[in-house]
């Protein structure tokens, strides 16, 4: 008889974990922020953020656009998507080829400060075929460590201990103030390729 329910307490489980991630809804487009483990950085600090959903299965197109002060590193389920650098220089990645429509997914991104402001801003895009759009975008709803185990930008890594970001200021706000439009990443372009780094505003 106990045989019989080890295998059932590991599917009850599995199906808890799924259950607990949130669904991305409709909604009116929201503006993202820029985000930090806290509102006081610390040179060469590196800071590890992560934000999981559940996207419906009729999905036509998915971009990423990301930027941070100064240096991220994105995945997306796992997948290394590459770098850039500069808060002035967002860049945007077509991701279709690696969510799970219909499933949990999972953004990650290493953060890195060199000195003085540090921030990271993310905005998700989805469209679905009925032409439905959907989003996520970087907020106090990301959790985020200065710690970085095995594993960490993957689906399967169990994320709730880790503390909420900090947001520092909406796209747009001080320090950093507007921005130019998103360089469209080729993805048969090497995958470390960025722009020169500008300096802090």
């Not at 197109?61 to 650098?85: E, M």
């Not at 469209?127 to 970085?148: I, R, Y």
């Not at 909406?170 to 921005?179: H, L, N, R």
Request: glycine share 6%.
């Amino acid at each position: 008889m106990r045989r019989s329910l080890i295998p059932l307490c590991l599917i009850l489980a599995a199906l808890n974990a799924v259950a607990d991630v949130p669904s991305i809804a409709e909604e009116p487009p929201s503006t993202p922020s820029w985000i930090w483990k806290s509102a006081t950085p610390r040179e060469n600090e590196r800071v590890y953020f992560r934000r999981e959903f559940q996207l419906p299965p009729d999905v036509a197109n998915v971009s990423v656009t990301v930027v941070c002060d100064d240096r991220y590193h994105l995945f997306i389920n796992g997948h290394d998507l590459g770098t850039g650098n500069g808060w002035h220089c967002p860049r945007s990645y077509d991701v279709l080829p690696w969510i799970k429509p219909g499933g949990r997914n999972v953004i990650a991104v290493e953060g890195r400060n060199e000195k003085g402001n540090a921030g990271m801003a993310l905005e998700f895009h989805v469209t679905l075929k009925d032409g439905k759009k959907l989003q996520v975008v970087s907020d106090a709803n990301w959790l985020c460590s200065n710690e970085a185990p095995e594993a960490w930008q993957t689906f399967d890594f169990p994320s709730p201990s880790w503390p909420r970001a900090t947001v520092i200021a909406k796209m747009g706000g001080s320090p950093w103030g507007e921005i130019k439009k998103p360089e469209p990443i080729d993805p048969a372009a090497p995958a470390d390729k960025a722009p020169p780094k500008q300096q802090d505003p």
